[in-house]
């Protein structure tokens, strides 16, 4: 087994709430603008642990989401080794397969990868990440009558397949990435929680 990654997903985008890309229709607004990070609590890619790291992305969806030809931006954690950041490149580039193998397939341009620094937290439900100063986003989830969070599930399409989504709202979405041209500050806008295991 090429890889196995355990953590938690926070990811944001410019859509209304709840982003249509999730059930395969066009985006709110044309396209998707959108930002998304894993936070790695436990993993290993060909021998390499990966565990305590972060992953992040930007990306510019064009149109509907199987459309494909995205345009997408890696960031690793500043504090990943050589080992770790070419371990963690080559599994987000799919070249390890799985999962990640499928959503790298919809890339059209990769617009590079680069070390930076990335805060994650979930602190009572509330997630908060940013990626160097230029991206930050801040969310928080639906809540059922029960009080437990609003979950999507059987969805289409999914940033981490196999695992429930927690419907969000980004109380704040801020990014400013000239590498897939992306520049904007939003609040109200979709927002997805969750927790995934990958196995490539």
């Not at 969805?155 to 897939?180: C, E, M, N, Q």
Request: charged share 25%; proline share 6%; hydrophobic share 40%.
């Amino acid at each position: 087994m090429p890889y196995r990654l355990e953590g938690d997903l926070l990811e944001v985008c410019d859509c209304n709430v709840l982003c249509p890309c999730w059930i395969g229709e066009d985006p709110d607004n044309g396209t998707c603008e959108s930002s998304l990070a894993y936070q790695i609590t436990k993993g290993e890619i060909d021998g390499v642990d990966v565990s305590g790291l972060t992953v992040a992305v930007t990306v510019h969806i064009p149109g509907n989401i199987f459309a494909g030809d995205w345009r997408r931006a890696i960031y690793i954690d500043e504090r990943a080794s050589d080992a770790q950041m070419a371990a963690l490149t080559s599994a987000m580039n799919g070249e390890k397969g799985g999962p990640l193998a499928d959503v790298a397939g919809l890339v059209g341009e990769a617009a590079g990868v680069e070390r930076a620094p990335i805060t994650f937290e979930i602190k009572e439900g509330k997630g908060t990440y940013a990626v160097g100063d230029f991206v930050r986003a801040e969310m928080e989830p639906f809540r059922g009558p029960t009080g437990e969070p609003t979950k999507l599930v059987e969805s289409i399409f999914s940033t981490i397949p196999g695992s429930p989504a927690y419907v969000a709202k980004a109380s704040l979405f801020r990014i400013d990435d000239p590498k897939v041209g992306v520049k904007r500050e939003l609040r109200g806008k979709n927002a997805i929680q969750g927790h995934f295991l990958f196995e490539g």
